[in-house]
């Protein structure tokens, strides 16, 4: 039914206790979570992943979408998150607020590359993430402030480690599925997240001053090992390592689908093949995950 009127400024919800941007409420997603980012993968994956039985399919008005099913008789949600930092964060903050206990979130995403030996329709396991965001002071600093601040156009972070339990169940399923596969390669690395598509992941756009030219090759002289380039998993890395409620289990994986280096563009046909591919790789870790 429909969204009531939100009750408290603070962190507003319905008097379901339903809240203001995803319209869920307790009892209306499961604690073992896949993000992604575009909503027909969400609807993709629900319906390809073998064995996996949709129970509720719900688009609030902001056009996330939760979808949320049994498959191998444990209850799993798969969330269309949208694109970039900021839904992220209310992906993550709205389902901890209508969830108790520990949650397990990973995120299936696709990405770019910048790295060398890693090519388009290949698969990416985050072992860790940063993220690169830009400063926007700094385009408004003069040479001299810039010195005195050391500032940079765009800030490379620390970065944040996947949950263990999930990596080692993640890294043998996603294996078990590539292993013998001849159109990609899976691979382990640094995932870093960009909070824009194009200036922060040293897009060139003539119609922008991004003093953006060097930002590449700073991550990687910085984390040499970086293969996937995306949007998303260092803002739920990020929000899971500073959540006090209760423990949130964190992993993430991206198909490639731009080579930065190279060029090179993957059709949508093979996007959807690869989607297919490893879905299950990421319910099975999903089941098959021990929270405390
Ligand atoms: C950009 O095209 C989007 O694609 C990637 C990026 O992280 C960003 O959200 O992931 P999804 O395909 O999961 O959205
Ligand atoms: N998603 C991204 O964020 N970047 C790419 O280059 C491709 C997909």
Request: glycine share 8%; aromatic share 8%.
């Amino acid at each position: 039914s429909k969204l009531g009127d939100m009750k408290d400024a603070n962190f507003p919800k319905d008097d379901q206790g339903r809240v203001y941007h995803l319209g869920i409420g307790p009892g209306m997603v499961a604690n073992r979570i896949i993000f992604v980012g575009d909503t027909h993968r969400a609807k993709l994956l629900a319906d390809t992943i073998d064995g996996f039985e949709t129970i509720s399919d719900f688009t609030p008005p902001r056009q996330f979408r939760i979808i949320t099913g049994n498959y191998k008789g444990v209850k799993i949600s798969i969330v269309g998150t949208l694109m970039g930092y900021p839904n992220t964060d209310f992906c993550v903050r709205e389902i901890r607020a209508v969830t108790e206990g520990p949650l397990a979130i990973i995120r299936m995403g696709t990405c770019g590359t910048p790295h060398d030996l890693v090519e388009t329709g290949d698969v990416v396991v985050g072992r860790e993430t940063v993220g690169i965001v830009r400063n926007p002071d700094y385009f408004r600093m003069t040479d001299k402030e810039r010195e005195e601040a050391a500032a940079r156009p765009y800030t490379i972070t620390r970065s944040l480690k996947a949950s263990p339990e999930i990596l080692e169940l993640l890294e043998g399923k996603t294996a078990a599925i590539m292993k013998g596969y001849k159109g990609s390669t899976l691979h382990f690395g640094v995932n870093a997240s960009a909070d824009s598509f194009y200036s922060a992941q040293g897009r060139l756009d003539s119609a922008f001053d991004d003093k953006n030219e060097v930002i590449i090759d700073e991550l990687m002289e910085r984390y040499p090992e970086t293969k996937a380039l995306e949007m998303e998993s260092f803002t739920l890395f990020d929000l899971a390592d500073v959540c006090k409620k209760s423990k949130i289990y964190v992993g993430c994986l991206a198909i490639v689908l731009a080579q930065r280096k190279r060029g090179g563009f993957l059709p949508h046909a093979r996007k959807v093949q690869m989607v297919q591919k490893i879905g299950r790789a990421v319910a099975e870790t999903l089941v098959e995950l021990k929270m405390e």
